[in-house]
């Protein structure tokens, strides 16, 4: 087996996992890490960034996109790495519960970093600022050049060191660059705006009348927290029908909207259902954008409507494969296990264990794919989602990296989950109805848990 010198971008999840996978197939391994701990998107921060859309692209960066009460919206048996199962711990400053409080799962991915001695393998407060191909590389694809600098040096040219790499794993995250919905009218609207990036508590919007556009995990949660202090939340979102707004049952000042069509200069905000509402505050619960500003290939792999690509399985850019390789792409699906399994592939990869398809096949694997989206009308942006064909897809690295494919009890859970939370979206996190799965769990994790299993 060939042990190749890689470069690890970031140690949150995907990382971390990264950089286990890979020293254990041998490789040298260095993980960047811009800030001063692991962890990622789960080192909650109370502080937001000065520009609250995110639009001012001189902002300091505040990577985390946590508001302060978040529960996960996974239960903690599906959500951790399979070998290192997330079971609750009963020790003080931990949360046992099934959908536990972000603190948790900092402290889960702290243990898992610590249990598998990760933490000397990271170069902490090296923030990546270049990652292209070396000139001295005889081909394309032998070595890359990887630029850092050392936190608080920015401006600094003595500050900025260059290594060489036989390849670079990204795991730098993608829920840090807000997407702005982009509402007619906006300019000259009076309120206040943000993105939910920038939302931590719900006490600022105490009497106001906000607008919450978007449909998902956090727009829901952000919306029964606010409606608990704001005088009216609206929502508004795709997915609401083209008709009168609803009141939301259970709770007297929310209302469902269908999209925003404008606002006006005094304070309106109209949808277009025809409805008109004067609004204090609008939250873009709008998701984020992949962003790369250190990759210096933008004419091999780049970003266009959130797809990144071309990404043969979501993770090597056919042209330069296997020297680059992205790990956390994939959204709607479990990220830690898929992160996992993704790891072990592009690990045995590059020590040759596993062969990859001439470029000329990936190229075609990769535009039959895109072909397959088209034909069914999923935009552009949807083609890092995955949600129920993740089954088959983890199914596929699993055969390919020679181990297990995901135990029955994961995915049947994540189903139950969804059915769950669409049955019950205010109370899944502490009602639900898969005990059996649970105890199904909890009998294989006794063959992995280096930690107390409850
Ligand atoms: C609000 C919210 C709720 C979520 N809830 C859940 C949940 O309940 N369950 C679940 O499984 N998932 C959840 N997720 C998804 C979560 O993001 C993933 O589970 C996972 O933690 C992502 O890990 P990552 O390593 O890909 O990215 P991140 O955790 O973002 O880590 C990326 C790391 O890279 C570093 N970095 C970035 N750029 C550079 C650079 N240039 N140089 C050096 N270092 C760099 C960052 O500092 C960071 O430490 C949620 C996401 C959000 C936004």
Not at 360 to 386: G, N, S
């Amino acid at each position: 087996m060939i042990s190749r010198k890689v470069a690890v971008i970031g140690a949150g999840a995907a990382g971390l996992v990264a950089s286990r996978e890979l020293r254990r197939e041998g490789h040298e391994v260095v993980v960047f890490e811009r800030s001063d701990r692991v962890g990622g998107i789960w080192v909650y921060n109370s502080n937001v960034e000065s520009d609250p859309l995110g639009l001012d692209p001189s902002r300091a960066i505040i990577h985390s996109s946590l508001y302060e009460s978040l529960r996960t919206n996974l239960p903690r048996e599906v959500m951790g790495f399979r070998d290192y199962p997330f079971v609750a711990q009963m020790k003080d400053g931990r949360d046992p519960r099934r959908f536990p409080h972000h603190t948790e799962v900092l402290h889960y991915l702290e243990d898992f970093a610590n249990y598998f001695g990760l933490i000397e393998l990271i170069q902490f407060e090296n923030e990546v600022i270049y990652v292209g191909l070396s000139e001295e590389g005889e081909q394309l694809k032998n070595s890359w050049v990887v630029r850092t600098r050392k936190k608080g040096e920015a401006g600094s040219n003595s500050c900025v060191a260059n290594d060489v790499f036989d390849a670079v794993v990204v795991c730098s995250g993608h829920y840090t660059q807000p997407n702005i919905a982009e509402i007619p009218g906006i300019d000259a609207w009076p309120g206040k705006q943000l993105h939910s990036h920038s939302y931590r508590v719900p006490e600022p919007f105490s009497g106001q009348v906000v607008l919450l556009i978007g449909n998902r995990a956090s727009a829901s949660d952000i919306c029964n927290e606010i409606s608990t202090v704001a005088k009216e939340v609206h929502v508004a979102s795709r997915s609401t029908m083209n008709v009168l707004p609803i009141k939301r049952l259970g709770n007297s000042n929310v209302w469902r909207h269908s999209m925003v069509k404008c606002a006006q200069e005094d304070g309106t905000v109209v949808f277009s259902d025809g409805s008109l509402v004067r609004v204090d505050v609008i939250v873009h619960c709008t998701g984020y954008k992949y962003y790369f500003p250190f990759l210096e290939i933008s004419d091999i792999v780049s970003v266009d409507d959130n797809c990144v690509g071309p990404l043969y399985k979501h993770i090597f850019p056919p042209v330069l494969a296997p020297g680059l390789s992205f790990i956390g792409i994939p959204w709607m699906a479990l990220p830690f296990p898929i992160f996992e399994l993704k790891s072990k592939w592009v690990a045995c990869v590059l020590s040759g264990r596993i062969s990859l398809p001439s470029k000329e096949k990936m190229i075609e694997d990769v535009e039959a794919f895109y072909l397959q989206l088209k034909v069914a009308a999923i935009p552009k942006r949807y083609t890092h989602c995955l949600a129920e064909n993740q089954f088959d897809y983890t199914d596929w690295l699993a055969a390919e990296s020679g181990c297990q494919p995901w135990e029955e009890w994961r995915k049947q859970m994540y189903k139950e989950r969804q059915r769950n939370a669409t049955a019950r979206p205010e109370t899944y996190r502490d009602e639900w109805d898969d005990e059996d799965l649970i105890v199904q769990a909890h009998g294989d994790f006794g063959q992995y848990s280096p930690t107390e299993v409850s």
